[in-house]
Structure formats: structure tokens, C-alpha cells
């Protein structure tokens, strides 16, 4: 990534907007400060963005010097129609912009597992040269395996972007942090447990009183007691499970709820936006910005 720099006239950071301030690695800004750089919040369509929410966003942004933000649905190309005039608006202001002649952007697209760096790509080319996809798009993170390519994704301005494999690891602060950044996919289920997270969500929603699962699972009432949740959603889903029992007269087959198979289904349902849109950063927001150094 770094050998390539030399070629980049402005750095598109892709990120997920459900987590505006958590999990970016501050490598980004260290080693690729000198460009121009612009911050792509993606999955605007999962990320609770109310007024209020956005201003707070923005301010705590610019009190970590980032000014350049736009908020995007890949899967819905909104928005995407704004990020070239202002890669090519950054380009040009920028002191570096002394290419002469050259009439060609080059910007490289990095972020961490996951957030839609691929499908930014391919919705810059649906958008802006009508084409479909250059790079492939995965449901699990560090799909983007292909070394370094350049794609067009603009004929006036005539601009490429740099494919990079989301290689670069989240900022963990906190045990928090990392089950944010897990919620929203970043990092592999199994590397947490998926019932663990499953766990974490149920206590997000409540607390965010998002009580879309009750309706969802068809529960009796919302409960913060994740093991007699995935209970109920096991047996609504008819995911249960043959587990042998030792007694002293020999084995019993016992039917058992799967809560694997309920706690993956309860994830799935969150990411796919089913439950409603969500903050995760809303205690961060909450806090006042920090100022800018
Ligand atoms: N709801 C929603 N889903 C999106 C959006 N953008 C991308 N996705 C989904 O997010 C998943 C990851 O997208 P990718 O484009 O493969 O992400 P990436 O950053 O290239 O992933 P890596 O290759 O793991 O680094 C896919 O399932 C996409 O369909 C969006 O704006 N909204």
C-alpha cells in the first residue's frame, strides 16, 4: 500500500457509519497524512442519522481534523454522486497538485474489513461510466484478496482508484470497542463467539430501546436475558437440536434449542437492517469533541 502511495493524489477512507468514531486506525492518518483525504461513512442505510446525531458526527470529526465527510448506501448508490467532484476539488487545491499536464486522478480506497470498499468501487462505475462490477464484494471480511489494481471509475475527469484488501486492523480500544466493530461485521464472528455478540446486541437494542426483535421473533416482551432469547427464537425457527444425556439407566436423547443456530440468525437479522438502524457510537457522541491539536 505504501509503495503505491506515490501514485495516489488523494486517499478515499471508506468506513461504516454505524460506527463513525470507533475502530478507525489512526495508521490512516500517520502514514498517509500527507495526501488528501476524505472519509466515506458507508451503510448510511443501516446507521441511525438523525439531525442531531449527524451534527454531533461532524463535530467530533472535525475535532479529529477531518473536514472532507460524505455519508453513503453503496447498495443504493446514494450519494456516491458527490464523492468525485470533491476527490477532484481536494486534488486541486492541494499543494501536491503539480502534475502539470496530466489530466488524471489516481485515488486509493482503503478502510478496515468489511465496510464496502469494493462496492464503492463498483458504484462509482455504475454511477459514473454505467458499468457493473470491477471488484468483488463479500459478506465476510478480507474478501478483497487481489494485490493492488488500478480501476477506472471516470471518464471526465478521468479518474482510477486503487483497490486495496482491507489488510489494515481496526483500532481496538476497548472490550466495547472490539464488539462494536464485530456487530457491524468488521471482524470475523467466531474470533468473539457468536453468542457473546449476540449478547452485546441484545444489550445495545434495549438500551437504545430498539425493540424491533420482540415483533421480529414474536416474543412475549422484550427481556434482557440473551440465553431464554435465543431460546424462544430457536424454537420459533424450529432450530433445535438431538444432544445425548448420561443418566444412570443409560442414554437419553434430549431435543435442545439450538442457540448456536438462534444467536447467527439474530445477528443476520440485525446487519440486514431488519431491526432498524442504530448508533452504535451514541455514548461516544454524547461526550463533548475533542479539539483539534
Ligand atoms: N446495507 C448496506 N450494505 C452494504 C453497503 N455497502 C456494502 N454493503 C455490504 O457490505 C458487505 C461488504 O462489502 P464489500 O464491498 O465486500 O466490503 P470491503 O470493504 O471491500 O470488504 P473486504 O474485502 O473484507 O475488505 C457486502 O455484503 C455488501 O453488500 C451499504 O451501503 N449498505
Redesign the pocket.
Known amino acids: 500500500m505504501q509503495s503505491s502511495l506515490k501514485l495516489v493524489d488523494c486517499i478515499i477512507e471508506?468506513h461504516d457509519a454505524r460506527i463513525p468514531l470507533s475502530g478507525r486506525n489512526p495508521l490512516f492518518q500517520e502514514t498517509l497524512g500527507l495526501k488528501p483525504h476524505m472519509l466515506v461513512l458507508?451503510?448510511?442505510?443501516?446507521a441511525d442519522l438523525k439531525e442531531q446525531q449527524v451534527k454531533k458526527i461532524i463535530q467530533h470529526l472535525e475535532g479529529e481534523g477531518l473536514k472532507n465527510v460524505v455519508f453513503?448506501?453503496?447498495?443504493r448508490d446514494e450519494n456516491i454522486k458527490q464523492i468525485i467532484p470533491m476527490v477532484r476539488g481536494l486534488v486541486e487545491s492541494s499543494y501536491r497538485y503539480h502534475r502539470g499536464e496530466s489530466l488524471e486522478y489516481c485515488a486509493m480506497v482503503i478502510?478496515i474489513?468489511?465496510?464496502?470498499?469494493?462496492?464503492?468501487i463498483n458504484a462509482l462505475r455504475r454511477q459514473h461510466l454505467r458499468k457493473g462490477k470491477a471488484?468483488?464484494?463479500?459478506?465476510?471480511?478480507?474478501?478483497?484478496r487481489a494485490v493492488m489494481s488500478r480501476i477506472q471509475v471516470c471518464e471526465r475527469p478521468l479518474m482510477f482508484l486503487l483497490d486495496t484488501?482491507?489488510v489494515l486492523a481496526p483500532r481496538i480500544e476497548s472490550v466495547e470497542m472490539g464488539l462494536k466493530l464485530a456487530l457491524c461485521?468488521t471482524v470475523l464472528d467466531h474470533l468473539v463467539g457468536e453468542e457473546t455478540l449476540a449478547d452485546y446486541l441484545l444489550y445495545t437494542l434495549n438500551r437504545h430501546q430498539l425493540f424491533g426483535y420482540v415483533q421480529h421473533y414474536g416474543l412475549a416482551a422484550a427481556c434482557d436475558d440473551i440465553a431464554g432469547v435465543l431460546k424462544q427464537v430457536a424454537v420459533r425457527l424450529g432450530k433445535t437440536q438431538k444432544v445425548k444425556v448420561l443418566t444412570g439407566t443409560g442414554d437419553v436423547n434430549v431435543i435442545q434449542p439450538n442457540y448456536p443456530a438462534a444467536a447467527r440468525d439474530f445477528l443476520r437479522t440485525f446487519r440486514s437492517?431488519l431491526l432498524g438502524p442504530v448508533m452504535l457510537d451514541r455514548d461516544v457522541l454524547q461526550r463533548p469533541p475533542l479539539a483539534h491539536p
Open positions: 471508506v458507508n451503510k448510511m442505510d443501516l453513503t448506501n453503496c447498495v478502510g474489513p468489511n465496510v464496502g470498499k469494493s462496492s464503492l471488484t468483488r464484494v463479500g459478506g465476510e471480511p478480507g474478501i478483497t484488501p482491507g461485521g437492517g
